[in-house]
């Protein structure tokens, strides 16, 4: 059974910074590309970052420059660091993976981005 269990959200001032963590287990960690996803109440899920096996990354264009994806093998671990945060980018943020022919989802971290 794969499990994908996220932490690190919270209530921040805009401008400030967060660090999700995504722990994995019950997988190869190492060699699948994983994924950060949003959702709000008002608006469609979307792919925020991912990182393949090899560490290439790509990013959603509103996030570029002030988001930072990375993993850690070694841990199973997958970050998001999350700087320069707006008010827009207060979500539910989901750690995913597509595995055994399914895709993966954690149950999410509340964001928070608030004065």
């Known amino acids: 059974q794969v499990y994908l269990v996220e932490s690190g959200g919270g209530l921040v001032q805009p401008g400030g910074s967060l660090r999700l963590s995504c722990t994995a287990s019950g997988l190869n960690f190492k060699i699948y590309t994983m994924n950060w996803y949003r959702q709000t109440s008002d608006k469609e899920r979307e792919l925020v970052a991912a990182?393949?096996?090899?560490?290439?990354?790509n990013y959603l264009d509103s996030v570029k420059g002030r988001f930072t994806i990375s993993r850690n093998n070694a841990r199973n671990t997958l970050y998001l660091q999350m700087d320069r945060l707006m008010p827009e980018d207060a979500a539910v943020y989901y750690c995913t993976v597509r595995a055994y022919a399914r895709d993966i989802w954690g149950r999410g971290t509340q964001v928070t981005v608030a004065s």
């Open positions: 990182i393949t096996a090899s560490g290439d990354t």
